[in-house]
Nanobody, 114 residues
Framework: VQLQASGGGLVQAGGSLRLSCHASGLFFSIQTMNWYRQAPGNQRELVAT???????DYTDSVKGRFTISRDNARRTLHLQMNSLKPEDTAVYYC?????????WGQGTQVTVSS
């Protein structure tokens, strides 16, 4: 299983970024997929979840600003981030659980300047 994340960068507050995560080695369409983030000195936190049935969920701090979506045909997970705030600055990771193990992408840095 491999998860390859991309799309991070530097953006001003109020701007937008779109993260992508391409998955291989598993049946992507049946997987629950997640985006996590970790800011310096903080624990890794769950940001958004997408289930195989189409359910999505978000941590309160990003509701109304972030949108998680998936393209099952392309085995790709996305995170559209709008109205970014400096407190969104973190390394973002895609994640899934498969056959009892956790798999993580390599992380992509998102930096929001004030």
């Amino acid at each position: 299983v491999q998860l390859q994340a991309s799309g991070g960068g530097l953006v001003q507050a109020g701007g937008s970024l779109r993260l992508s995560c391409h998955a291989s080695g598993l049946f992507f369409s049946i997987q629950t997929m997640n985006w996590y983030r970790q800011a310096p000195g903080n624990q890794r936190e769950l940001v958004a979840t997408s289930t195989s049935s189409g359910t999505v969920d978000y941590t309160d701090s990003v509701k109304g600003r972030f949108t998680i979506s998936r393209d099952n045909a392309r085995r790709t997970l996305h995170l559209q981030m709008n109205s970014l705030k400096p407190e969104d600055t973190a390394v973002y990771y895609c994640h899934t659980g498969y056959k009892g193990r956790d798999y993580w992408g390599q992380g992509t840095q998102v930096t929001v300047s004030s």
